[in-house]
DNA sequence: CGAGCGAGTGGAAACGTTTCCAGTGGCGAG
DNA sequence: CTCGCCACTGGAAACGTTTCCACTCGCTCG
């Protein structure tokens, strides 16, 4: 029923000093008779070292953490995996929290952690404000961040070429001999919506796709399946031609949530994957490998950005004064069922 | 380049004591003129209070912690996000840490909230030794067990009934016209896979089930799709009769992922879902809903378990000595497509 | 008109550590 | 024998807060 023993109750029972016993269970100089010594009177007593009172006086807490937006989109749980094992062997907690959609939420968190309960931050913000960036140069401890900035601004940063990503899911399909290929993406308010809506524009005119590329685009309200499903049947049901056949073959979506979400709008439709729809996902998560049929996915490696994100932190924390890296990770296709089919000759209207 | 200011900066600008400032600034009895000078002088340092200092002057930190042991698991996301709803009404931070599967770094994770990184804890193991429950018992701040513990342990808890819940499963099966139902389970030395199997033997005879219970049941080495499907791939090899059909109809697994994987297994095996074998999972994650086919899914009621956990978190930070609770939540059962050979819109029973 | 009160203030202690600094004693070298 | 070095120790300061306590001052009330 007593309070929780201190230090001091261990030097008493030891019969040192505060400072002897401090040193004796820190492994500072010491005798060996005063470190047994305080080392049984610590165990007797149950003693647990007050972290707060260790982290004020140190000036650190051995914490780190890491903000996402959303803790519900698998892609997170892998990227977290991966910083979990890293920073785990540099004697280091991970702290997770989920911001929510709302950037003012996320710009409070980065102020907050002048208030020192972490002493390093991996971030992956969807929404990337002119705020926010000022929040994150300025901010009280080391910044890594898991996304797209400006060019101009100096910050530990890993990336991934999403553009790119979506223009090897295009190329896929097209090679698969689809040629009305539709784009599912997510909030254009979003990095992830921009950067991947250039890479659809730009692979759309590449290949020479008809019709023009912005009327096969569909914005869903956010990286969710239930968004994805909604968007999928309002784009899908757009595209029929006079007689009621669908006039798109095939679609990528900016996810893998988004792309679950289309095919279950194309099985409702009626429709066939892959068949009559072939869906492409992007972020090659758990999901992709076990969905039915199996997901066609650009991987756009979030162990691996994971991993590197929290080397760079580490790195960062132990030399404050290097300069910033910019990591890219390429993304890379994972064929699946949900694109695989006989080649369907060019110009067969379904 | 100067360091953080700290409350002594704000004072000596603004002309106060010490005192005064911290006053000032938490709302204690100080004059107008006071509170101006001080809020003044601290927004133009851009002073941010150190949590630190705060916390171990106050002897509380304003964070909760939460601790599973697979943050993969959708289950978790579900209660997480219930949690965090309640605690941030409250002013509480949420921090999630996932302990992986070692009982010891669980133990360990409990012990060290002596350390006062947290005033509270939320904690679902999946393995419950007699040492973590010693552990938990004399926890250095409350914590809230979602599981379930042995009778006689005095501790706010928050259980499901999953025995029942297998029972509703097996019952639907049965309305449905299975007679062979083989049972999908993840490990034995976890709780939930101890109930589970009770429930399944007591539904087994409950309804006069042949064979034998014993043999129609595959233990997977965790609960993760992987390990679902090759369990499953081995249940349901081991149950051709002699002619090489299956012998079974039907299979209940102990929780969502085992079930997908139960699906993939019996997809690769040339089966149909659900004609030649209904699936049953359980926990009702986002991800029953969305599978295809949809997942029919005993419902633990996750969100509800993590609201009445937050809760209860609360109601103890705020009267210690109140009696300790036990909340039970009931399964409910969710039928989808996967156990229904005609094709009906998905709704809830019972 | 004096006592008493309440609002407001500043000094200082405290939370539980780590670590600087000044000692103490023992012991080898000169 | 004495000096200096070394290993070890204890006192005390410090980290940045909050809050107890004592004090001043202007008012009101009897």
Same mark, same amino acid.
């Given at each position: 029923m007593s309070a929780r023993p201190t230090l001091i109750h261990v030097a008493e029972l030891a019969g040192v000093s505060l400072a002897s016993a401090s040193? =004796?269970?820190?492994?500072?100089?010491?005798?060996?008779?005063?470190?047994?010594?305080?080392?049984?009177?610590?165990?007797?007593?149950?003693?647990?070292?007050?972290?707060? =009172?260790? @982290?004020?006086?140190?000036?650190?807490?051995?914490?780190?953490?890491?903000?996402?937006?959303?803790?519900?989109?698998?892609?997170?749980?892998?990227?977290?995996?991966?910083?979990?094992?890293?920073?785990?062997?540099?004697?280091?907690?991970?702290?997770?929290? @989920?911001?929510?959609?709302?950037? =003012?939420?996320?710009?409070?968190?980065?102020?907050?952690?002048?208030?020192?309960?972490?002493?390093?931050?991996?971030?992956?913000?969807?929404?990337?404000?002119?705020?926010?960036?000022?929040?994150?140069?300025?901010?009280?401890?080391?910044?890594?961040?898991?996304?797209?900035?400006?060019?101009?601004?100096?910050?530990?940063?890993?990336?991934?070429?999403?553009?790119?990503?979506?223009?090897? =899911?295009?190329?896929?399909?097209?090679? @698969?001999?689809?040629?009305?290929?539709?784009?599912?993406?997510?909030?254009?308010?979003?990095?992830?919506?921009?950067?991947?809506?250039?890479?659809?524009?730009?692979?759309?005119?590449?290949?020479?796709?008809?019709?023009?590329?912005? @009327?096969?685009?569909?914005?869903?309200?956010?990286?969710?399946v239930a968004a994805g499903r909604r968007a999928a049947l309002d784009l899908l049901s757009r595209h029929r031609d006079a007689r009621g056949a669908l006039a798109l073959d095939a679609l990528v979506a900016a996810n893998d949530l988004l792309a679950v979400g289309a095919i279950h709008a194309a099985l409702e439709l009626g429709l066939q994957v892959p068949e009559d729809l072939a869906v492409v996902g992007m972020d090659d998560t758990e999901l992709a490998g076990f969905f039915n049929p199996g997901l066609t996915s650009v991987s756009l490696g979030s162990a691996e950005r994971g991993r590197h994100a929290a080397e760079l932190l580490l790195a960062r924390l132990s030399d404050p004064a290097r300069p910033t890296r910019r990591i890219v990770v390429q993304p890379t296709l994972v064929v699946r069922a949900s694109t695989q089919t006989d080649p369907t000759p060019e110009g067969t209207v379904r």
């Open positions: 040193r =004796a269970l820190n492994g500072m100089v010491a005798s060996p008779e005063t470190v047994a010594k305080v080392r049984a009177a610590a165990l007797s007593l149950g003693y647990i070292p007050d972290a707060t =009172a260790r @982290s004020l006086k140190l000036g650190h807490s051995l914490q780190l953490a890491f903000a996402v937006d959303d803790v519900g989109n698998p892609v997170y749980v892998e990227m977290m995996r991966a910083i979990e094992t890293v920073v785990r062997g540099s004697g280091y907690r991970l702290q997770v929290s @989920s911001t929510g959609t709302d950037p =003012a939420e996320t710009v409070d968190l980065v102020r907050s952690l002048a208030r020192g309960y972490a002493d390093g931050l991996v971030i992956s913000p969807l929404r990337v404000t002119d705020e926010l960036i000022v929040e994150l140069k300025r901010a009280a401890v080391p910044v890594v961040v898991v996304g797209t900035l400006p060019d101009t601004v100096q910050l530990d940063t890993v990336q991934t070429d999403s553009a790119r990503g979506v223009g090897l =899911a295009v190329a896929h399909l097209v090679e @698969s001999g689809r040629r009305r290929i539709g784009f599912l993406n997510g909030p254009l308010d979003t990095t992830p919506g921009m950067s991947r809506r250039r890479g659809f524009v730009e692979a759309y005119a590449a290949h020479q796709l008809a019709p023009a590329a912005g @009327s096969v685009q569909e914005v869903a309200a956010d990286f969710t």
